[in-house]
């Protein structure tokens, strides 16, 4: 049965930093483009970021752009996420999602789902 686990969450300052990892398993995910989303406390989920399934082409919610970097190792079949100069508003549950085709990433309309991973950030 595949699965998608996601780790590296935690609490942290403001201006730290984070590494989110999501370890994939039961299938291979080479050939599935990826992303991460978060859900902040009252709020609906939203997207974060979206690889395609080479790596070759990423793209990132504005509120993230220029701090946050999605990576996917397909050898290892782990998707990550650096996030840097962390803020407050970052605080949500990050979640990790595959599909086959990148538009369905992209709505979020994904096939698979990791459980999620927790970041607090503090001020």
């Known amino acids: 049965q595949a699965q998608l686990v996601e780790s590296g969450g935690g609490l942290v300052q403001a201006g730290g930093s984070l590494r989110l990892s999501c370890a994939a398993s039961?299938?291979?995910?080479?050939?599935?483009?990826m992303g991460w989303f978060r859900q902040a406390p009252g709020k609906e989920r939203e997207f974060v970021a979206v690889i395609s399934a080479s790596g070759d082409n990423t793209d990132y919610a504005e509120s993230v752009k220029g701090r946050f970097t999605i990576s996917r190792d397909n050898a290892k079949n782990t998707l990550y996420l650096q996030m840097n100069s962390l803020k407050p508003e970052d605080t949500a549950v990050y979640y990790c999602?595959?599909?086959?085709?990148?538009?369905?990433?992209?709505?979020?309309?994904?096939?698979?789902w990791g459980q999620g991973t927790q970041v607090a950030v503090s001020s």
């Open positions: 999602a595959a599909d086959p085709l990148l538009r369905r990433v992209f709505r979020m309309a994904c096939a698979y």
């Open positions: 039961g299938r291979t995910f080479s050939s599935y483009a």
